[in-house]
């Protein structure tokens, strides 16, 4: 039987490590990344006290949002954003890391619903110039900040990005971004989160500043694709 307890500690302990390799003393936080994996093994985590999800496939993700209405967990959509799937991600999600569009963010905020709280947005940054990942420009952030941040129903966090293979530098570049951004618009108060690291390159994130770190595969195991989608 797989051990998530095991499993979790591990990744855990990987993140303190870096962080007392950085000298930092600041907080990093964990986001379990559930994409393919049965509610039963969310459940198993969420009882080790894992409360942030992420997940790429909104089908899959809405089906197990419903079926798991009973724990209190803050569910983030990693995935690329659709224009047509934005009122399911608006209505489903506590945050979104993928926005790379500014008619995107638009059409979240139009569809988030009153009654809920400001949907947390991430700005996904194509940050090595990869052909195969979306993201915007980093030439573009700036101009995506001056108009997200006065959209009523979002509330702006940071950058997210996913750099090409062993590419640390990447990972200093999105840090000198998300402080440019911080001194261009110091009155932008919600603007704390580096989303980087996975679970192949979670040291060289960390040691850049990554404020939340994305892992699957440490944390669950190999992905099952039998789950619907």
Not at 21 to 29: F, G, I, L, N, P
Not at 31 to 37: D, F, I
Not at 163 to 169: D, G, L, R, W, Y
Not at 206 to 211: D, I, K, P, Q, S
Request: with cysteine; glycine share 4%; charged share 20%.
């Amino acid at each position: 039987m797989y051990d998530f307890s095991q499993a979790r500690n591990q990744v855990l302990q990987q993140i303190q490590n870096a962080c007392d390799t950085a000298h930092r003393s600041d907080q990093v936080d964990l986001l379990a990344v559930s994409k393919t994996h049965s509610h039963d093994a969310i459940r198993a985590m969420y009882a080790l006290g894992q409360r942030a999800f992420g997940e790429n496939y909104l089908q899959e993700a809405c089906a197990k949002i419903d079926a798991l209405q009973d724990l209190e967990i803050q569910w983030h959509f990693i995935g690329h954003v659709q224009r047509n799937k934005t009122k399911l991600i608006a209505t489903h999600f506590a945050w979104v890391h993928g926005v790379d569009r500014l008619i995107i963010a638009q059409r979240l905020s139009d569809q988030r619903p009153e009654e809920m709280p400001a949907l947390n947005i991430c700005i996904q940054v194509n940050i090595d110039g990869q052909d195969s990942k979306d993201g915007c420009d980093p030439q573009d952030v700036m101009a995506m900040v001056e108009k997200i941040q006065h959209l009523p129903h979002l509330h702006l966090r940071g950058l997210m990005v996913i750099p090409a293979p062993n590419n640390s530098e990447a990972f200093f570049q999105t840090q000198k971004l998300f402080r440019e951004v911080a001194t261009r618009y110091p009155m932008l108060k919600s603007w704390d989160t580096l989303s980087m690291g996975m679970s192949s390159d979670l040291l060289p994130a960390v040691e850049a500043g990554a404020t939340l770190v994305r892992v699957g595969t440490a944390l669950f195991g190999s992905r099952d694709y039998s789950q619907d989608r």
